[in-house]
Antibody
């Protein structure tokens, strides 16, 4: 059974870079059949897809965040990471990592495994 | 981007009754729709994909229907463990988008 676990600082200052890591267990992150995704949920609001990576490095990003987001993979640790630059209070959210089982490599799909999420607060 | 609209925002249901949740897409998404159950502090759980296919391990009490722009999730005979927030998600086009959720509460 695949398991995902988010980790990273719970507090980030405005204008700085938010960095999170998702550790994958029960499967290999270098599997060609998976997208590795980041999704977030601001307090009291809905879910927002941030972006994903398809090993070894093909990425898709939400246009609303594309200029500030980088998603990368570390196969040696079986992890993938999110970096979001120039954060503001609007980036305060619970951040989830998830997996998409890829059927057609150029199209999105459903998220079949999720982490529990980690709250990141942007505040000075 | 495709906007997903869920209704109602909240639904009060007595245990043992059926709940019907709706999700509407701003344009046709064919059957590229998934439903998730989310309980506070837990990982969201995939219930339905392809609009009507139950995910692995999901009981038959959960059923999905619809295609194009209008979709429904039906939960029959609600039990205590079914009270949660339910989200729809379209994966027809990038960026993938979610509905705002329907909170199913105990009446």
């Amino acid at each position: 059974q695949l398991q995902l676990q988010e980790s990273g600082p719970g507090l980030v200052k405005p204008s700085e870079t938010l960095s999170l890591t998702c550790t994958v267990s029960g499967g290999s992150i270098s599997s060609r059949g998976s997208y590795w995704d980041w999704i977030r949920q601001p307090p009291g609001k809905g879910l927002e897809w941030i972006g994903n990576i398809f090993y070894p490095g093909s990425t898709h990003y939400n246009p609303s965040l594309k200029s500030r987001v980088t998603i990368s993979v570390d196969t040696s640790k079986n992890q993938f990471s999110l970096k979001l630059t120039s954060v503001t209070a609007a980036d305060t959210a619970v951040y989830y990592c998830a997996r998409t089982l890829v059927v057609i490599p150029t199209t999105p799909g459903e998220f079949d495994f999720w982490g529990r999420g980690t709250l990141v607060t942007v505040s000075s | 981007e495709i906007v997903m609209t869920q209704s109602p925002a909240a639904l009060s249901v007595s245990p043992g009754e059926r709940a019907t949740l709706s999700c509407r897409a701003s344009q046709s998404i064919r059957n590229a729709l998934a439903w998730y159950q989310h309980k506070s502090g837990q990982a969201p759980r995939l219930l339905i994909y392809g609009a009507s296919t139950r995910a692995t391990g999901i009981p038959a009490k959960f059923s999905g229907s619809g295609s194009g722009t209008d979709f429904t999730l039906t939960i029959s005979s609600l039990q205590s463990e079914d009270f949660a927030v339910y989200y729809c998600h379209q994966y027809k086009d990038w960026p993938q988008t979610f509905g705002q959720g329907t909170k199913v509460e105990i009446k």
